[in-house]
Structure formats: C-alpha cells, structure tokens
C-alpha cells in the first residue's frame, strides 16, 4: 500500500519549482493530483497553459493520475474552481497543499501599493481562498490536510520584502487558526519553510568567483528534496501532526519555534516610561533579537 494511496490532492502553483516536485512526489506516492498553475513569471506577469499540463503529462506517462487546471488562486471565485476541479475530478479532496507564490522584491521605502498587493494577494489571500474553499468538504468528510508554504523570510526576516514577509507570516497565523479551528472535524494543518534552487533564487548574480561559488553550494537545495517531507505530512502517518513550521534545506529538516514569552518584569506599583527606561528595557535587553536576517541564523552552507 502506498503512503498517498487514492488520496485526491490539490497542490497549487505546481507547474514548476518545489510545487511540481510536490505534484510528482504524490502521484508516485498513489494520489490523484489536481495541478494547478496560471504558468506566470516569478513576478506574476503573464499566463501560459503549459507548465500545469506539462506535468500532467509528465504524471500520466509515469502511469499516475493527473488534472491541469489554470485558475489563479488570487481570487476568492478562482480558488472556488480550483476546489471544484478537483472535487470534479476525483470525488473527492484529501489534500490542500498552498505552495503558489509569486515575488516583487524592492526595499519598503520604494514598494508601491501595487507590489504589495500582488504579493499578499497570491500568498495571504490566495492560501485563505483555496483553504476556505476546500474547508466544507474536508468538514463534512471529517478529515482533511493543509500544507502551507511560509518562508523564513516571514520567521527570521529579509531584506526588500516587506510584502513577501508580512504574507509568508501571515500564513503562519492562517495555518495555527485552521489548526485549532478545524481540529473537531479531524482537519490538520502544518507550515513548511522551503529552502530550495528554483528560479525564485536562481537569478542570483554569477559574476565573480565569490558568488559562481555560492551558487553552487546553493544547487545542493535541490527543490526535490522538500517533497518527502510534504508527502508524509499529507498521510496518515504524519495524523497527529498539526499546527507545526517545519523547514527543510536539502538533507536537513527543522522544527522551528512559535513565539512565546521570553522573560518577564514586574513592578507592584505599576509602570512609568521613566522607570520602564530605568528598569524594564534594560531586564529585558540581554534577551532582544538581534536584527537577523534567514542567511544570518541558516549560517552554515547546506548539507
Ligand atoms: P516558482 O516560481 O518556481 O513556482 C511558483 C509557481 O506558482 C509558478 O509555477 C507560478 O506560475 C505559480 N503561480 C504564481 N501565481 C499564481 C497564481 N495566482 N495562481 C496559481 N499559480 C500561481 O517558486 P518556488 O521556489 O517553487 O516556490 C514555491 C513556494 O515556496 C512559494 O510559495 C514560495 O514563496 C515558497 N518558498 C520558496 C523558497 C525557495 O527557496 N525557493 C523559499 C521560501 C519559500
């Protein structure tokens, strides 16, 4: 018996990248995959048909059972198709896996209005609209599994994101809540951190020796290697797992943390500003963040 066996998984954004990874790590696991992808650029501009057929092709030539679909998950009726095609299609849903995603880097300074909607918009709302679609009949069904892509963008920080972090975390809070929400009907759901060579990153600069090297070790965060993970989270092996940020960089799989308090101070009298000044900043100091970003705390070149 395989581990996905007749499970009927929608994985969005799967023409390319971790999500077409994704798409043939499940079909080959047993499940049925409904593609989804709009076939766009890394910065959202343009459509093509392609990329979701292609990997339906690629699904069915390996003797698995596949479905292109092209709706955007960027809007609320769009994810309703998407969530129809699937039930369409196979019956039944099993899976959600929110992995679409696009990038508009620029330093918040300079980000436009429109940079940032793009980017919460396919990222924050598009995982809510497709999530909420698929929510009735994972309740009625009582059972159900959410994979949500985060970014340690959104969980250490980044330079020239602003958009992409405030969604990636965003993300974070939609996972927990439908965790805790839907939990009575049996409904799972988990965050994934990818660290993964996709074109996303790949147009790092190759000019000198410096960068050509570092973009070798970077090929090592093969986005294959995030599939495993993704799949036993969608199984029923992984069934008491839910409201957890994984992170996976090549062999190298992290349980990250979920904010609790650090350390308190208390002062029976109540607070001033003065004596917060005096007091409570420097109790609380020696315990700040420094301002890290993802490379800063993922230090080390991936195993
Ligand atoms: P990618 O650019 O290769 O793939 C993203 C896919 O989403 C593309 O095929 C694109 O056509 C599709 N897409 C974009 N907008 C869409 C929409 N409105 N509706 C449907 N499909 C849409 O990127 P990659 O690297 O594979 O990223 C996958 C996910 O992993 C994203 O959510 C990304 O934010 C996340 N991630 C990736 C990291 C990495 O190191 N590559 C790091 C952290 C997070």
Known sequence: MKLLEDKAVLVTGAGGGIGRDFALAMAAAGAKILVNDIGTSVKGEGRDAGPAQKVVDEIRAAGGTAVANTDSVADWECANRIVQCAVDS????????????????????????????AVIDVHLNGSFYVSRAAAPHFRSQESGCYVHMTSTSGLVGNLGQANYSAAKLGIVGLSKSIALDMARYKVRSNCIAPFAFSRMIGSIPTETEDQKARVEKLKAMETAKIAPLAVCLASEAARDVTGQIFAVRANEIFLMSQSRPLRSVHRAEG?????????????????????????????????
């Open 90 to 117: 196979f019956q039944r849903l099993d899976v959600v896996v929110n992995n679409a995603g696009i990038l508009r880097d620029r330093f918040f300074f300079n980000m436009s209005v429109e940079e940032w909607r």
């Open 271 to 303: 607070w001033t500003p003065q004596s917060i000044a005096a007091h409570a900043l420097p109790a609380l100091r020696a315990h700040f963040y420094a301002l890290d970003r993802s490379q800063d705390v993922f230090s080390w070149d991936p195993l």
